[in-house]
């Protein structure tokens, strides 16, 4: 018998596949996903490789194929689906085998066992009692007390023995010897979980939401593994509709994943769905321990976990029989991995369920472009709820020109309107969320008198500010010297756009003295629990402005918000990337949709030094059609996802000079092969900031219409890499598609 082994070396351009010799003792036990230990190269070290696969013939010189030391025992196994999953993630985003091995496996290592140990009796009823006798008769007195224990119930805790009964393990032994007693070992899993008492909730679903469940289950029950696209405006009860498709699936004897974008959303998402399924409702998420997040992974391998809710990382648990994943906010950049393979969890879960048999559902009330794109060519099934569940009112918005207040004499990051609708709702014992995007930001240039924004003459994004008094374009490289006047009006208020969470939270406390604060941002959610301690403070009613960043608007639930206020819609408008305009209003879309969820009708304030740009007017209107519209255009009109595919080449080096010799060669060879394809070469360019750690960046950009090109381009680019010792000093990664350069 022979493997065929992925081995894992770290610092050698080794992606290939090496056959090895099975040894008789490890035939039976060896299985695909497994880690061994290998003998490898020219001296035999021992390494580490992953089984992708077992044969009985071998394809090369038997003289030459060496033999498997042995399995490492403290690796978690890799299921085979995974296995080929991690394979089309190698093949579709670049990177390594043993990268998107490793990418698979929500846990790495094994961790020790939490044991369970209790005592069990062997003796009969009337034996024991015998036993009993003849210990007091002896003045035995810590062998009667564990024999009357164990007459009382003939299974004890091991526990209750040794702290309660104060019996010694030599006690326990000498029973154990004489066959009185067995002592027993269960491994007990650990459950995150915090347990409450499961309730069923009535919930009367809305004729919407009645017809997309039943769309869904006809489906289902049809054996129709569809992906569908779940458009629902904030409040239209998106949840619910989750759990009763995965009451489906779930009914049918299959597992469901349930993807959210941040560890913040765990807390009140879990609940909802633990109040509907109980205990087999299980959580993974960096935040767990590694014991903790190990046992959840082998709880889901024996079946005992039904729905798993996570961030991306969850999109892996190995269920036995995946029925579903639904990945909720889909159109969140959460969902894009920071590390090779830079993967989407949308994509990804797509092929994952084509590869296991299961369904797809992704949802959100502003869908990604991408997502809204394939809906409407038909490559995904759009269902859409237009209503909130309980018939709210949306909530009412109003846009502030911050360039009028300014001209009026307010110079504070809160609007005069913005103060008063504060303190009307302080007065009335109401809740406010003010919030202010500060994700993407880059540097950005504006003139605060007129809001006009220095913006690149190629590219339409705008110009960054960079050390030496230069704005730069991250896309195209135009360069041009820092200004001190605005070249529309002729004002001195022109500078970079900056404000801090800490300094809102300052203000508000200042303002309004009688108003309890919280705040919520990377500072304040730094421990294992902040999160939900925040967030339940906040549902309590413990607090009465909430101040944040984007973690405060994504999913919330609480009723008696009615006033959401957004900052400074800037922020995210005027970043460096052809995204802001969709990430600027999806921001306001659901920071808008936090307020009036309860009975109270809500309101929401949008401030902005751009009140008449699209994502700003649509928002404020709530109607993603007109600015899908509106973006589309453009980013066909530019050659920009998903109208088109991007790949962003990475490249890093510690050498200046090398590295832009690097990419000059990079580009050349990447203009030769694409010559005969539809593809445009853009850059080398500086991504966001040229240089971290005395590592010097530049990004080089590749269009193509169709993403097979992009593959192949990047093919013939790694293997251009390989045999070029020139590249080997420097850390070239692949990006499709990338949510933004940084």
């Known amino acids: 018998m022979f493997a065929d082994i992925i081995v894992d070396i770290k610092h050698e351009k080794l992606d290939k596949v090496f056959q090895y010799r099975i040894p008789r003792r490890l035939e039976d036990e060896l299985e695909i996903g497994m880690e061994v230990f290998i003998p490898f190269g020219k001296g035999n070290r021992r390494t580490k490789g992953y089984v992708t696969a077992i044969s009985e013939t071998c394809d090369y010189d038997l003289s030459r194929i060496k033999e498997i030391e042995d399995i490492s025992r403290e690796s978690v196994e890799i299921e085979a689906k995974l296995i080929a999953l991690a394979a089309w993630m190698k093949k579709h985003y670049g990177g390594t085998m043993i990268q998107a091995l490793k990418t698979v496996l929500p846990i790495k290592q094994k961790e020790n066992a939490k044991m369970k140990r209790r005592l069990r009796l062997l003796l009969s009823e009337e034996e024991g009692r015998k036993k009993l006798e003849f210990y007091l008769e ?29 019996i010694t393990l030599p006690v326990i032994r000498a029973l154990e010897e004489q066959g009185v007693l067995a002592v027993e070992e269960e491994q007990v899993y650990r459950n995150p979980v915090k347990k409450t008492k499961c309730q069923e909730h009535s919930i009367i679903f809305t004729e919407e939401q009645r017809y997309v469940i039943e769309r869904f289950r006809k489906d289902y029950q049809e054996g129709i593994r569809n992906t569908y696209l779940l458009h629902g405006v904030t409040g239209s009860g998106k949840t619910e509709v989750y759990m009763e498709m995965i009451r489906t699936v779930v009914e049918s004897g299959k597992q469901a994943i349930v993807l959210i974008p941040e560890i913040a959303l765990t807390y009140q998402t879990v609940m909802r769905f633990y109040r509907c399924f109980g205990d087999r409702v299980s959580i993974m998420n960096s935040r767990l321990s590694p014991g903790e997040r190990y046992d959840q992974m082998m709880r889901a391998k024996a079946g005992e976990v039904d729905v798993m809710i996570g961030p991306r990382s969850a999109l892996f648990t190995p269920f036995p029989d995946l029925g579903l994943i639904v990945i909720d906010e889909e159109h969140e950049s959460t969902y894009k991995s920071e590390q ?8 990804t879960a797509v092929q994952r369920a084509a590869i296991e048999g299961a369904g797809v559902v992704l949802g959100s009330a502003t869908p990604s ?125 022109i500078g970079e756009f900056r404000a801090g969470t800490q300094q809102i939270e300052d203000i508000v406390k200042q303002r309004f003295p009688g108003a309890r604060v919280l705040r919520m941002d990377m500072d304040t959610t730094r421990q294992k629990d902040s999160y939900e301690k925040i967030l339940s403070a906040f549902a309590n009613e413990e607090a009465d402005v909430l101040v944040g960043t984007q973690m405060i608007v994504k999913g919330h639930d609480f009723p008696n918000v009615t006033l959401v206020g ?28 936090r307020a009036g969820r309860g009975e109270k009708p809500g309101e929401a304030v949008i401030q902005t030094y751009s009140p008449e740009h699209y994502a700003v007017v649509t928002a404020a209107a709530q109607d993603y059609e007109a600015f899908y519209e509106q973006e589309i255009s453009y980013r066909e009109l530019m050659g920009y996802p998903p109208a088109e595919n991007l790949l962003a080449v990475l490249i890093a080096c510690g050498d200046e000079a090398l590295l832009d010799t690097g990419c000059r060669y990079l580009k050349n060879y990447a203009l030769r092969v694409s010559r005969n394809s539809r593809a445009a070469v853009i850059g080398p360019a500086s991504p966001g900031i040229d240089r971290i750690k005395d590592i010097y960046r530049r ?44």
């Open 699 to 742: 990004v080089l950009y590749i269009k193509a219409p169709e993403y097979d090109t992009l593959t192949g381009i990047k093919d013939r680019l790694e293997q251009y890499i390989d045999i070029n010792p020139g590249f080997s000093r420097m850390r070239i990664q692949f990006d499709f598609n990338p949510m933004g350069i940084s």
């Open 566 to 593: 957004v900052l400074a819609a800037d922020m995210s408008l005027y970043t460096d990337d052809y995204r802001s305009g969709e990430r600027t209003f999806q921001l306001l879309t659901q920071a808008a949709g």
């Open 340 to 347: 090779v393979p830079r993967y989407h969890a949308r994509e």
């Open 138 to 166: 002896k003045n035995q007195k810590a062998r009667a007390r564990l024999m009357a224990a164990l007459l009382d119930d003939h299974v004890v805790e091991y526990e209750l023995v040794t702290k309660k009964l104060n």
């Open 369 to 493: 472009m991408e997502a809204m794109y394939r809906a409407k060519r038909g490559e995904y099934v759009l269902l859409e709820l237009k209503n909130r569940s309980r018939r709210q009112q949306m909530a009412e918005v109003s846009v502030v020109d911050l360039r009028k207040e300014m001209k009026e004499g307010n110079r504070s990051i809160l609007s005069r309107r913005l103060q008063d609708r504060m303190e009307d709702r302080l007065k009335r014992g109401e809740q406010v969320m003010l919030f202010l995007n500060r994700r993407g930001y880059s540097g950005f240039v504006s003139c605060r008198e007129c809001g006009h924004v220095i913006r690149c003459p190629h590219c339409s994004v705008s110009l960054s500010v960079h050390r030496g008094g230069k704005m730069m374009c991250h896309y195209c490289g135009y360069t041009q010297p820092m200004v001190s006047v605005c070249p529309e009006c002729g004002s001195r208020h």
